[in-house]
């Protein structure tokens, strides 16, 4: 990299026990920035590794950040956003799943669009079972989202730096990071688009349990949907306990001639009160939204009067 020259694109690559893939990810990505016209850096994050990622990662010509433990894959990802200087930032995962040689086709859609993510077809050696899983999270995605979203989980994505900073303190640490990214740019309108990628089976074990780690991403699910679009999650539940007490208070008096019946009164009463839960929920929602745009819009005009982007934005003139 020139001297004093702020990147174009920073490569994040979050690592936890990768030794085996590493060098091989490091080495194909180097190859493919070198072909293209982008100044560019590659940062690996070891998540606490216990074996020789950090060392490998560096020989292959990586920077690296190290984390003293094992804090999480999201956690990894942050600590990258928080020291990339790039313009665009490109994360893929270091275990080989992702090809470094798709990185251009993200990377031209980046002119136009705010995000491009990598959605995996149905080329990519996956198991049926995590399949089924990603079909039903990307159902219920586009439910929340009001737009068809190809791949929730995929780590495989490019995003412009400043919209990536103005959520960054959102993003859990845990692999559920792409989610909470993705419900985030899409309600706060920024533009979205997914590029088809045949995923590889990742080298070495997976860190990913179905039955542990697939209940507590439906829950982060259900939670994060709840905090962008709180009316598109009580409104149903809401409409489902109105109708049911009513068809039951209905079937009561006309099949069973008898009262309305209490049961009929307190769910009634119960999806008036959902509603209500879930209005003032939308209400704190859109609050706590445009408070966090102000203190980034605060801290993004710090920054500019501070100049702590020291001589990189000096030196730098392409249009990002």
């Known amino acids: 990299m020139r001297p004093f020259t702020?990147?174009?694109i920073s490569i994040i690559i979050p690592a936890h026990n990768e030794a085996a893939s590493i060098d091989d990810v490091v080495n194909r990505t180097v190859r493919v920035m070198d072909l293209s016209n982008f100044v560019y850096e590659i940062i690996v994050i070891d998540d606490g590794s216990e074996d020789r990622t950090a060392?490998?990662?560096g020989a292959a010509g990586a920077s690296v950040i190290r984390h003293p433990y094992a804090i999480g894959n999201g956690a990894a990802v942050k600590t990258g956003i928080r020291n990339a200087r790039g313009h665009i930032l490109l994360m893929l995962d270091g275990d080989g799943q992702h090809a470094p040689e798709d990185i251009p086709r993200l990377l031209e859609k980046m002119s136009i669009f705010d995000m491009a993510v990598g959605a995996r077809n149905g080329h990519s050696a996956t198991s049926l079972h995590r399949d089924f899983a990603n079909a039903v999270y990307n159902r219920f995605a586009s439910y929340i989202c009001k737009r068809k979203i190809d791949d929730l989980t995929s780590g495989f994505r490019a995003i412009k730096a400043t919209i990536a900073r103005e959520f960054v303190s959102m993003l859990p640490n845990t692999f559920s990071y792409p989610t909470t990214l993705t419900l985030a740019v899409v309600r706060s309108?920024?533009?979205l688009t997914y590029v088809p990628i045949a995923a590889s089976r990742r080298i070495g074990k997976s860190k990913i349990h179905l039955l542990k780690d697939g209940a507590r991403f439906f829950l982060i699910l259900l939670k994060i949907s709840t905090?962008?679009?709180?009316m598109r999650v009580?409104?149903?539940v809401s409409f489902l306990m109105f109708a049911t007490g009513l068809?039951?208070?209905?079937f009561r008096i006309f099949t069973l001639n008898g009262s309305y019946g209490p049961t009929s009164a307190m769910l009634l009463t119960m999806s008036v009160v959902v509603f209500m839960v879930g209005l003032v929920s939308?209400?704190?929602?859109?609050?706590r939204y445009e408070r966090t745009n102000q203190q980034f819009a605060a801290s993004q005009n710090t920054e500019i009067?501070?100049?702590?982007?020291d001589a990189y934005a000096k030196h730098d003139n392409r249009p990002y």
């Open 282 to 287: 939308e209400q704190v929602a859109q609050l």
């Open 227 to 230: 905090l962008f679009s709180p």
């Open 234 to 236: 009580f409104l149903p």
């Open 6 to 8: 702020r990147p174009d």
């Open 247 to 250: 068809g039951y208070g209905l």
């Open 305 to 309: 009067k501070g100049e702590p982007q």
């Open 189 to 191: 309108g920024y533009s």
């Open 55 to 57: 060392d490998i990662a």
